[in-house]
């Protein structure tokens, strides 16, 4: 019983033996690795020790956010702010949190006054320009994401998100420039390949919108909208067997979609039979 009793309690008494630094060290790379409960548990020691440490409160927001629980990473994003009134990071990990929140004016709010600390973050310029584009105000978002990527000219998700407001705004050869400097600048990024195939979809290019999606998917293989998007590509390229396969890919991935599946998948069975 003595054994157990030691196993269970082993990693608290270990736990409180670190010093602050180790404490902070074990906190950051547990955020880093997205281990949000171990993160919150180092700096949480941490932060009873060095009660004023700004960086930590805004590291254990950022874990706080990972976990869900918006309430208590909002807290310790204002704490940090409130420590240090000119840490920029704080304000930027606050707005971004929202903007999850849908709370749009402050994030707007906070982006500014990170600009206002650093007119060169070039992150603060984007995400700004996220919520100005939740907004509708375009030519606000238009100006951040242009402002991001004048500062870091290989700023791949500037150009993914101006790319898709230039569609947006029909613009189609600006859209699929920016698009193809998203990627370029970036081979792995998803949302790029995504909203790329998206725009050749919405163009009738299907067969460019089918090889961005089959990229997409070597990237991220579990996103079931990613297979409803690439189902409908194949269905209007005829393909109706990878078509169904896609569709029904999708409803294993997340069963919520069957119910609206099931009839599409049953028209394109019946498309496939009379060919």
Known sequence: MKK?????????IL?????????????EA???????????????????????????????GRAYEMCRDYEKALLDFSNSIFINPQYEKAYISRGKLYIKLIEYDNAISDFSHALIINPQDSEAHLQRGIAYLHKDNYSAAL??????????????????????????????????SDLNKAIEYDKNNYDAYIDRASLYFMEEKYQEALDNYDLAAKI???DPE???KRGYTYKMLKNYSK????????????????????LEIQKLDLLKNSN
């Open 4 to 12: 157990i009793f030691l196993l269970l309690f082993l990693p608290c």
């Open 143 to 176: 100006i951040d994401f242009s402002n991001a990527i004048s500062i870091n000219p290989q700023y791949s998700e500037a150009y993914r998100n101006r790319g898709s407001l230039y569609y947006k705004l029909g613009n189609k050869n600006d859209a699929i």
């Open 30 to 60: 547990a955020l880093n690795g997205y281990d949000c409960k171990n993160a919150i548990n180092y700096l949480s020691e941490y932060l009873n020790i060095s009660t004023n440490d700004y960086i930590a409160f805004e590291m254990r």
């Open 243 to 262: 078509a169904i396969e896609d569709l029904k890919l999708a409803c294993e991935l997340d069963n919520l979609y069957c119910k609206h599946l099931e």
């Open 226 to 228: 990613l297979y409803i």
């Open 15 to 27: 736990l409180s033996q670190e010093g602050p630094e180790q404490l902070l060290l074990y906190g």
């Open 220 to 222: 991220k293989s579990n």
